[in-house]
């Protein structure tokens, strides 16, 4: 079973950036994992997806900006977001679908 741990989340300025990562442990993460996002009172939105292969995916309203990237040999997801804005102020989580593994969440709080 694979436990994920989110860390790196923050406030910071809009303009700003900050980097997320995801500590798996219990086992190689396999298949593809993702990042997704849920702001109150709006819908759950998918930002990123990366393939064990490294075929990557993001959400038009981040894409460009932000980035996904995966280390096997450190068993880490990492999220590098980059010019943020006060809409990407969200509780953002990783998770590996095809293994059931769902972290907590860390909060991205972005000022204007």
């Known amino acids: 079973q694979v436990q994920l741990v989110e860390s790196g989340g923050g406030l910071v300025q809009a303009g700003g950036s900050l980097r997320l990562s995801c500590a798996a442990s219990?086992?190689?993460?396999?298949?593809?994992t993702i990042w997704y996002r849920q702001a109150p009172g709006k819908v759950r939105e998918l930002v990123a997806t990366i393939s064990s292969g490294g075929r990557t995916n993001y959400a038009a309203s981040v894409e460009g900006r932000f980035t996904i990237s995966r280390d096997n040999l450190a068993n880490t997801l990492y999220l590098q977001m980059n010019n943020l804005k006060s809409e990407d102020t969200a509780m953002y989580f990783c998770?590996?679908?095809?293994?059931?593994?769902w972290g907590q969440g860390t909060q991205v709080t972005v000022s204007s």
């Open positions: 998770a590996a679908p095809g293994l059931g593994a």
């Open positions: 219990g086992r190689a993460i396999t298949g593809n």
